[in-house]
Each structure stands twice: as C-alpha cells, then as structure tokens.
C-alpha cells in the first residue's frame, strides 16, 4: 500500500513540475495578448488599420478647437479634415507652395475657405478660397483631377469632387 501512494505522490509532484514550468509562458502569452489588443484599440494607423468613428471625430473637434484660438472659424457648418500626404503633388497650386507633409487642411465647403494649418507649429500657414466647380459654366473636372491623391480625409470624406483652393 505505501509503495502505491509513493508512487501516486512522485506522479503528481511530476504533474505539478510540468504546470509550474508552463505557468509563466501562459503569463506571457497572456500579457502579449492583452498588450496587442491594447495597442490596436489605442493606435489603429500604427498597424494600417483605419481609426474608428468616435476617435476620428474626437481628433476632429480637437483639431477645430485648436485653429478656432487662431482664428475665427465658421460655425454653421463642420469642416472636411484632410491631411498633405505627399506637398510634392500639391506643390504647383499656390495655396500649398509652403505646405509640409503632414499639414492638416480644414475645408469649409458652405463658406468656400480652406485653412492649411500646421499641428507641431501650432500655426496657420495659409487661408484661401475653395471653389468645388458647381457652377453650370464651368466644365466638369477630369477623371485625372478627381483621383489624383492630393489629400487624404481623415474626419469624413469630400462627397464632391476634389476641390481646388485658391487664393
């Protein structure tokens, strides 16, 4: 009889080793798990993923806030956020000849003003008239003008066609 519960003793001693042993990987992988899920909710544009709704437009009214201490900004109507991905495509309009990657473009389509700001600046590099061709008169604007990537929205997308400040 002893020799049997010796033996049941040594196989459960031996069980407990191989869970002891396998308790911090479970820790670990645990942790990873936590942390990935985290950093994908906190930081969806680190992993190419696109921002959810609520953020975006958080980061929106932030944006807004910040230019309406610089500035006085329409208040009827919200802006269309958009950012200068590549200031060498943009480079031949006059509204974005001091435009830098990364500039944040406020368009206020009723008013007909767009506002080139600059976030780490916190400045206001340029202010001009929109015009979004929505006179009879004018031509429609060309398949190449309207896919052309010259910004990208990051609040909510420009329903008409990609407008065209001046000055």
Same mark, same amino acid.
């Given at each position: 009889?002893?020799?049997?519960? +010796?033996?049941? /003793?040594? *196989?459960?001693?031996?069980? =407990?080793?191989? =869970?002891?042993?396998?308790? #911090?990987?479970?820790?670990?992988?645990? /942790? !990873?798990?936590?942390?990935?899920?985290? =950093?994908?909710?906190?930081?969806?544009?680190?992993? @190419?993923?696109?921002? @959810?709704?609520?953020? %975006?437009?958080? +980061?929106?009214?932030?944006?807004?806030?910040?230019?309406?201490?610089?500035?006085?900004?329409?208040?009827? *109507?919200?802006?269309?956020?958009?950012? /200068?991905?590549?200031?060498?495509?943009? %480079?031949?309009? #006059?509204?974005?000849?001091?435009?830098?990657?990364?500039?944040?473009?406020?368009?206020?389509?009723?008013?007909?003003? %767009?506002?080139?700001?600059?976030?780490?600046?916190?400045?206001?590099? +340029?202010? !001009?008239?929109?015009?979004?061709?929505?006179?009879? *008169?004018?031509? %429609? #604007?060309?398949?190449?003008?309207?896919?052309?990537?010259?910004?990208? #929205?990051?609040?909510?997308? /420009?329903?008409?066609?990609?407008?065209?400040?001046?000055?």
């Amino acid at each position: 009889m002893e020799e049997s519960s +010796e033996t049941t /003793v040594r *196989e459960t001693k031996k069980s =407990l080793k191989w =869970l002891f042993k396998l308790i #911090p990987y479970v820790i670990i992988l645990a /942790v !990873g798990i936590y942390g990935g899920t985290y =950093l994908v909710r906190q930081k969806p544009t680190w992993f @190419g993923l696109p921002q @959810g709704t609520a953020q %975006a437009q958080a +980061e929106a009214n932030a944006l807004v806030a910040k230019v309406s201490k610089l500035m006085t900004l329409p208040t009827d *109507e919200t802006p269309t956020i958009a950012t /200068v991905t590549d200031v060498s495509i943009v %480079a031949d309009q #006059p509204f974005f000849k001091n435009a830098q990657n990364g500039d944040k473009v406020l368009i206020y389509q009723k008013a007909g003003k %767009a506002i080139l700001y600059r976030e780490n600046e916190n400045k206001i590099i +340029e202010v !001009g008239a929109v015009n979004f061709n929505q006179t009879a *008169e004018s031509p %429609a #604007p060309s398949a190449e003008a309207t896919t052309k990537p010259i910004i990208i #929205p990051t609040a909510s997308p /420009v329903q008409s066609p990609v407008p065209t400040p001046t000055q």
